[in-house]
């Protein structure tokens, strides 16, 4: 698929996919799917062709859960930092509750749960863009956020990852490091770290 040949290196061909819906028989369902990440988006590829059944929504719902709210709402959501902690918290809590809450379910937690924060540093809050709404493919530079929370969640550090995973699931053990599995921190940075 288009994700493996290109690696995210350019935008979804949606020529091509409301191409594919209008061809189709009735009895086929199209999907559509590719750098949708705000409700605007949602709304323009939906009504450019009716004949999608819906767009799937992937990297966008990694970097910002609640785009199912902006969409069923309409509304770009300047969501606060503590509320995506809670979010955070939420995953925690039904992570521990799948693997258990001993040293193994812990670690297999927190994994899970660093590697999801490889993706949700890359939202940038609506309240600090200077053009909204925010695009999948921009790169977000360095910022200093709202409050310190913010800025920590912004960071593409695996550090500061590991120190928000502290703040949820205690003390990682000595020796402790990550690497993330896709690199999807990788900006234009030298070094992550």
């Known amino acids: 698929?288009?994700?493996?040949?290109?690696?995210?290196?350019?935008?979804?061909?949606?020529?091509?996919?409301?191409?594919?819906?209008r061809k189709a028989p009735d009895t086929l369902q199209v999907m559509g799917n590719?750098?949708?990440?705000?409700?605007?988006?949602?709304?323009?590829?939906?009504?450019?062709?009716?004949?999608?059944?819906?767009?799937?929504?992937?990297?966008?719902?990694?970097?910002?859960?609640?785009?199912?709210?902006?969409?069923?709402?309409?509304?770009?959501?300047?969501?606060?930092?503590e509320e995506r902690l809670d979010m955070l918290k939420n995953y925690v809590n039904f992570g521990l509750q799948h693997w258990g809450s001993d040293s193994q379910g812990v670690q297999i937690t927190r994994y899970f749960l660093l590697d999801w924060l490889s993706y949700t540093c890359r939202y940038i809050p609506v309240g600090l863009l200077d053009v909204i709404p925010q695009r999948l493919y921009w790169r977000s530079p360095s910022y200093y956020g709202r409050n310190d929370l913010e800025t920590l969640m912004a960071s593409d550090s695996t550090a500061d990852w590991i120190r928000i995973s502290e703040m949820l699931l205690g003390k990682v053990p000595d020796g402790f490091s990550f690497a993330p599995k896709h690199k999807s921190n990788a900006y234009d940075r030298a070094e992550n770290g």
């Open 1 to 21: 698929g288009r994700s493996r040949q290109q690696r995210y290196d350019k935008l979804a061909d949606w020529d091509y996919i409301y191409e594919c819906a």
């Open 34 to 81: 590719g750098d949708v990440f705000s409700y605007l988006d949602w709304n323009k590829h939906t009504s450019d062709c009716p004949q999608l059944s819906t767009c799937m929504i992937a990297r966008g719902a990694l970097i910002k859960p609640w785009i199912f709210t902006e969409i069923k709402e309409q509304r770009h959501w300047d969501i606060t930092s």
